[in-house]
């Protein structure tokens, strides 16, 4: 099963926006076991949309055209694909009258265009819009299969999903098809971590059960795949891969599951342990606690914390000896962990966190852009302090503080499991 | 002058990573009056490879072939290159050299194909690649320019602006070529906001220059460009433009030039005024505060200031009076007064920024996600506070709290403008 995916849009071609909707329907294929081999992109121009199809005609039997949909004169898509198959456009009234009735609800003015995005292919079915006004088309034509779909990602990504995955599967959907989890990792280099989990495979025999990964901000997600493979069968080779990746590696996977972040994981398993967080921030800022409070539900377990940027402010509100500082600077393991624990005793919190590093670009009391001191303050725990390096040629300010921050939730994160054992 | 810019990729046809350098390199092309009106993506297949560039030949003088130029047997971009013009690889001897010093440094062992990353297209020129090993290649050949450039955005940007920029000038630019400046404004919808700049340019009869307008998170940049014009006629047109919309909505807009940010814009002007500014944060939880530290010589405005989330500890580090938290809410314009007062005292700042509403998903106090308050506290100053109402269809708890941090960055900057009057 070959497909292509065509995305129509001047401001793409122009590079004022990244084409986002490609990699989401490329990777949505994949898990059907459905190859895209091509992509094509051109601009709201009738004649090259319909040679992209005619193209893709050539080299793909399922045709995706995204983008174009919209009610104005430069929406060209559903027309120019009509066009290019030679099909005609059919009318769907119901969405007709709810365009109509919107407008009168928004008492603003309809042109003459608006009637377009009520158009589908003739003879197939209409993709609703979950999130928009525009119809999709979903059409079975002379051994191809064509699917129309809006722009806007908040448009496109609902259709996809909702009206047509649903669609996809059906039609090409199949018993042996693609299985796969994702596993969430940090704290190991990407080569490292993938050396190990290759001997783990390798040693357990489990040949095709694939690991690829990809560094996203803030971890490396480790996708396992098994292709043409019985559900139950696959299910219980990715259940093997993933206990032996776990017994070599496990310390640094963080969660598996498709959408799962480091700052969940903390905010569970603070939720589970009835314990509330306190963070003091240096050079990252408020970020730590920001990221925190990322996480619906973040007020069971944060009632607030401190941003102390410079040294004077770190003994103002948390208590810092000026000794310290004076003896061993604001960048060492004595401030990091007055810095955690004082947090955690001002707010009578269970868990303190404490950042102080230099985020760069310039040095800091001799010490390079990248050194990060963090310390974890628990109630009725010594309190414990690491050290990053984090000088790189690559690494911007903003780099090293978003990496300081996922460090720090990763020490909570194992600090917490720890109190659980 | 037609262009196409080939992606080669197994990772951008899986799903995996987003195209952004085919956005990066369109924008350029963009700038230079050149035309790329197509964007073919495929995979690491030597055969797809050479049917993509077959394919481009057709409708396109200047070709663009874009990653697959590692060390792994994968990579075959040059190679397949090469084959679909009728040419042969050269090998860069200085390259060469350096690659091979590189291993010895590292003390890792060189595989065979390492010396791919040194070859490029006999009879063009190398492409020098400043943050990586891979060479790129440029060669005129059959009345069509070839570009070969690397995959990874680290490498890929450096390349294309500071190797492939200057022979594209050289061999496309001309005086009559595109100018344009770009504008940042934000607090107006984009469609008003592109509604008055229309009518501006109209009654100011500057009907050549057209105005573009992109949605970032943040901010709304509007970019005036002027086509096919010599450079001193177009800035005066471009700088009487500015002038006219100015007068017109010049309140919303916070800055001119490529990369300019409001948290810049606002640090720039405390550091003018030698002021200092501190944050009280509740829904936003830090971001505020993270924002300003994002900004290299933040120290010198910033000290430091606090995250309050639970209304009690609102009341224990701010001093917020518990009457007023009972009689109004925690989401008040009585209650960001007082935090916004409350921590610019507590650290004898300047100024002090409060925020204080609901991030959802869930209401608070009866009102819906998205009621914000903004509290600013200048010394010497009556406490002014904002409410903004950010319930929307599509906003996320992610959302409202981005939003009021950049609408926050934007009432600080009036105030710290008003100040100069």
Chains 1, 2 share one sequence.
Not at 41 to 50: K, L, S
Not at 156 to 183: E, R
Not at 319 to 341: H, L, R
Request: glycine share 8%.
């Amino acid at each position: 099963m070959e497909a292509e995916i065509i995305s129509i849009g001047t401001e793409i071609v122009l590079g004022q926006i990244v084409n986002t909707n490609a990699r989401f329907l490329a990777d949505q294929l994949r898990r059907l076991d459905i190859d895209a081999h091509w992509q094509t992109t051109t601009d709201d121009d009738p004649t090259r949309i319909q040679a992209a199809i005619s193209q893709a005609q050539t080299r793909a039997q399922l045709i995706f055209v995204c983008g174009g949909l919209g009610p104005t004169l430069d929406d060209q898509t559903m027309a120019s694909t009509a066009a290019a198959i030679g099909v005609e456009l059919a009318l769907d009234d119901e969405q007709w009258q709810k365009i109509q009735a919107d407008f009168v609800i928004r008492k603003t003015k309809m042109t003459p265009e608006n009637i377009k995005m009520a158009y589908y292919l003739k003879g197939g079915q209409i993709l609703a819009n979950p999130t928009g006004m525009a119809d999709g088309a979903y059409l079975n034509h002379q051994g191809h299969t064509y699917v129309v779909l809006p722009g806007p990602p908040r448009e496109f990504k609902p259709m996809v999903t909702q009206s047509l995955l649903p669609l996809l599967k059906q039609q090409f959907g199949n018993d042996k098809a693609i299985f796969s989890h994702n596993l969430h990792f940090l704290g190991l280099p990407e080569s490292q971590l993938m050396d190990e989990i290759e001997q783990v495979l390798d040693e357990a025999k489990l040949d095709d059960v694939l690991a690829t990964s990809y560094v996203q901000p803030g971890e490396i997600q480790v996708r396992l795949t098994i292709h043409d493979a019985m559900q139950a069968q696959a299910e219980k080779k990715l259940a093997a891969a993933e206990q032996a990746i776990f017994k070599r590696v496990g310390r640094y996977c963080f969660g598996i599951g498709e959408h799962i972040t480091l700052a969940e994981q903390v905010v569970k398993l603070l939720r589970e342990h009835q314990w509330t967080i306190t963070g003091a921030e240096s050079l990252t800022g408020g970020m730590f606690q920001s990221t925190i409070c990322s996480v619906p539900g973040a007020s069971k377990v944060f009632n607030g914390g401190f941003v102390t940027y410079a040294a004077q402010t770190k003994e103002q509100l948390l208590g810092v000896p000026k000794a310290v500082i004076d003896q061993y600077g604001v960048v060492s393991a004595q401030t990091a962990k007055a810095m955690a624990e004082g947090c955690q005793k001002k707010l009578n919190a269970d868990v303190g966190v404490s950042f102080t590093g230099v985020a760069g670009p310039d040095d800091l009391e001799g010490q390079p852009a990248g050194t990060v001191w963090i310390g974890i303050a628990i109630k009725g725990q010594p309190t414990q302090t690491s050290q990053l390096h984090l000088s790189q040629k690559m690494a911007t300010r903003q780099w090293i503080r978003q990496r300081s921050v996922q460090m720090g939730l990763l020490f909570t994160y194992w600090a917490l499991q720890n109190k659980t054992n």
